[in-house]
């Protein structure tokens, strides 16, 4: 399929929609979850740990449902992959030496590990796109979080001024 992907109701909605196109109202909606779900069993312990935090802001931000598990699931297994290999990488360096049967140097490789963590990296990023990790696509959610109220705001909610009067 040629052209933008089309962006989910929920996106719209953040967003506005300044060019009036129509919107469309017959988009499935998952469930939104506000509690955060228990990491997967299969993930170690870096991810668990990635799981917990990024599961607890997306579902504050009322981002989260129930079928992104396994988008948040994947962005923490990459995350995690991408942080062993950089692990190896500065215990090891990002070159690897092979020798010949006599024991002479042959040659200087790559380390593996440097492709294992740029090829982490990219999964991380395009599944973290898709939830909003990325600082670009977070900047196009608009009214995402709590808005700053001012006097206006609490005077309609209680029928009083802020400052008592």
Request: aromatic share 6%; glycine share 8%; proline share 7%.
């Amino acid at each position: 399929m040629v052209g933008r992907k089309p962006k989910p109701l929920e996106l719209i909605r953040l967003q506005g929609n300044p060019g009036k196109r129509k919107i469309p109202t017959d988009t499935p909606q998952p469930d939104k979850l506000y509690d955060i779900p228990r990491p997967p069993k299969n993930l170690n312990k870096i991810a668990k740990e990635r799981w917990k935090y990024l599961a607890g802001r997306l579902s504050k931000c009322g981002i989260l449902t129930d079928i992104d598990l396994d988008t948040l699931e994947v962005c923490c297994s990459s995350l995690a992959i991408a942080r062993e290999a950089a692990g190896e990488l500065s215990e090891n360096g990002l070159t690897i030496e092979t020798f010949n049967e006599n024991g002479s140097l042959r040659e200087k490789k790559k380390s593996p590990y440097l492709s294992t963590f740029c090829e982490a990296l990219i999964i991380f990023d395009k599944f973290g796109a898709k939830l909003g990790l990325s600082p670009s696509d977070r900047v196009r959610l608009r009214g995402i979080g709590k808005k700053a109220e001012d006097e206006f705001d609490e005077f309609l909610k209680t029928g009083k001024a802020a400052n008592g009067r």
